[in-house]
Every structure is written in structure tokens, then in C-alpha cells.
């Protein structure tokens, strides 16, 4: 069976009056009907732009330079902007950091879904709206039936984000990409978005890209989890693996970074130094400035993602370096 969503070699550039600055790099991966894939690390590893460049969002000077991206065999990321429209909101929905940035302020909610309903299915108003009632109860938001003639600020932040979520689903997309989902929330809710999202999303078979830089998150939520580092994947693999003996030694560093209920936040390990800019990527493989492990050869030549025990490594640690015949 073909993967419902695949990302082949994705490269995206920023031209900038200095030159071309390759934000993504060949970035490949794929996702499974009913799979929730989290996509994780530092803010700037690329993690957003990806979930941007699948859903045709890509802020412009942004442009992906190489690479393709499949929704089972049809091509996406060439379609025009028509065609991409209808299949944003139809096949892949979008959850953001800041429910305000998915929802007009002018609009009833109910208004908001009603008229997404509509453009992507083919129900009557009063369908329609009977749909948007019971999108909005399955999000758990109470009394439903009123608040739908409710504005957005006359929801609490975690109430406005249960809304995106019902929007986004509204016309039964195969894929969500869920960028930061609970970023902007109240730490006391967000285990409560995560949950309704990983269970409305399993429950209908829709498939999550669940982008954050909170490993917690992923270990809770994700079967299956990337990891991104100055651009590119440097580790990808089924979560309970990963979180078991991550291979990478960038993962190992954000997986101290989880807090435990046996250990105090302030025992919780940082990787020492940050993520580089993009007209600073090192040479060799980009983490070896801030890599405990690094030997001679991590400096000169870039490891490539490979095949390594479930999933994909890239590092010297697990893959000898290939000698390069003499001349
Ligand atoms: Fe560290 Fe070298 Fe592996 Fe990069 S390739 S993570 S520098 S050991």
C-alpha cells in the first residue's frame, strides 16, 4: 500500500540579497493512513517549514528548489493555487500554534465551519450546520448548540483551540499538520488538546503530523517520531524505540530534556549552545559544534540518514565513513 503522505528529498531557499540560504535539505519521509508522525527539535531546525511547504503555505521569498511531495500518488507541492486550496481544507487540515491566526474574529464560529463544510462538501445549510453542532460537541465543547452563534473571543484559549480542531476536521481530511497545537496554551490544557486530537484523530482514521519542539509531547502522542537538526532529519524511527535508545546524539539530548515525575525540572539537562543559522550551517555534520562525540571525520563530510536497527540515523557513530578512492 503507498504511503498517504511522502516527502521526497524536500529542499526549500530563502533567496536573500547575500544569496541562497537552504532552509531544508533533503528531507524525506513519509506518513501512513491513521499515523501520527511527530516531528521534533529546536526552534529553526526546519520543523514548521516543512509542515508548511505539505500544506502549501510556504511564506514567499520561501520556495521548494528540489525535491517533491506526494498525497498518495498525486503530485502537491507544483498544483496551482486553486487546485492546493481545495485540497487544504478537503484532504490535509491545519492546526497552528495561535487558534486567533485560523479564526476571523468578525465570524460566528458557527459561521467559520459552516462555510468550511460547505466549500468542501456538498450538504445543505441546515446539514451543514447539524454537522458543525456535532463537530463542536465531539471537541467537547459544551452547549454546543448555543455557542456556535458564539464569537471567537467569547471563547477561553483552550476552548478556541477545540474550535480550530473541529474546523480542521470538518470535511473529514485524510491529514492534519499540527504545528505547535499547544504552544500558546495554558500548561493545564495542554494535555487535554493533545488527547482530543489524538483520539478524534484515531478514531476517524485521519493521520497526524504533529510538529513540536516538546519531546514530552511526542513520547505521549506520536507512533512514530522525526527528528530535525539545522534543517535536515538526523533521526527517524518508531517513538517507543527512539525513546528507549535514541541513537543520535542530538535525540539523547533532547530526551534529558524531558521532565519526569522522579526528577526536578532543574535537574533536566540542555544541550549546551544553539541551533545555527542558516548562512552558518557547519560543515561535516551540523551538530559537531555542540556534539560530545565528535571525532575528526564529523567536521569534513555530512553523515547521511540511514538504515539503523527500526529506523534511520544520521551520524558517524553508526555509520562508517566511506573512504574516497585515491585519485
Ligand atoms: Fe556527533 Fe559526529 Fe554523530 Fe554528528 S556525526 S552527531 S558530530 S558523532
Not at 524536500?10 to 491513521?34: C, M, N, Q, Y
Not at 498544483?79 to 492546493?84: A, D, I, M
Request: aromatic share 4%.
Amino acid at each position: 500500500m503507498s504511503a498517504l503522505l511522502t516527502v521526497d528529498k524536500l529542499a526549500v531557499e530563502f533567496p536573500t540579497r547575500r544569496g541562497v540560504l537552504k532552509a531544508l535539505d533533503d528531507v524525506s519521509f513519509h506518513i501512513s493512513k491513521g499515523e501520527i508522525l511527530g516531528v521534533v527539535g529546536e526552534s529553526g531546525a526546519g520543523k514548521s517549514l516543512t509542515g508548511a511547504a505539505i500544506i502549501g503555505l510556504l511564506e514567499p521569498p520561501g520556495r521548494v528548489s528540489s525535491g517533491a511531495i506526494y498525497l498518495h500518488d498525486e503530485r502537491i507541492d507544483n498544483l496551482p493555487e486553486k487546485q492546493l486550496r481545495n485540497i487544504r481544507g478537503r484532504r490535509i487540515g491545519a492546526i497552528f500554534q495561535d487558534p486567533l491566526t485560523s479564526l476571523n474574529p468578525l465570524y460566528t464560529v458557527g459561521r467559520q465551519l459552516v462555510e468550511t463544510i460547505q466549500t468542501h462538501l456538498p450538504l445543505s445549510k441546515h446539514d451543514a450546520q447539524e454537522r458543525a453542532i456535532s463537530l463542536l460537541e465531539s471537541t467537547g465543547i459544551p452547549a454546543a448548540r448555543e455557542r456556535i452563534n458564539h464569537y471567537p473571543h467569547q471563547f477561553s484559549g483552550g476552548m478556541r483551540q477545540r474550535v480550530v480542531i473541529a474546523l480542521a476536521l470538518a470535511a473529514d481530511p485524510e491529514l492534519i499538520v499540527a504545528d505547535e497545537p499547544t504552544t500558546a496554551l495554558d500548561v493545564s490544557i495542554q494535555a487535554q488538546i493533545i488527547d482530543l486530537l489524538k483520539e478524534l484523530c484515531k478514531s476517524k482514521g485521519t493521520a497526524v503530523m504533529l510538529i513540536t519542539h516538546d519531546m514530552g509531547v511526542i513520547a505521549e502522542t506520536a507512533d512514530r517520531v522525526a527528528v530535525m537538526y539545522a534543517g535536515r532529519i538526523i533521526e527517524i524511527g518508531p517513538v517507543r524505540d527512539i525513546i528507549r535508545e535514541p541513537s543520535h546524539p542530538y535525540t539523547r539530548g533532547l530526551m534529558r530534556s524531558i521532565p519526569t515525575l522522579d526528577s526536578g525540572t532543574e535537574r533536566l539537562e540542555q544541550i549546551p549552545g544553539s541551533m545555527p543559522r542558516l548562512n552558518a550551517i557547519p560543515t561535516g555534520c551540523a551538530f559537531h559544534p555542540r556534539c560530545s562525540a565528535a571525532m575528526p571525520v564529523c567536521t569534513q563530510k555530512r553523515p547521511e540518514l540511514q538504515q539503523h536497527e527500526q529506523g534511520q540515523v544520521a551520524c558517524w557513530l553508526h555509520h562508517a565513513p566511506v573512504e574516497e578512492p585515491v585519485a
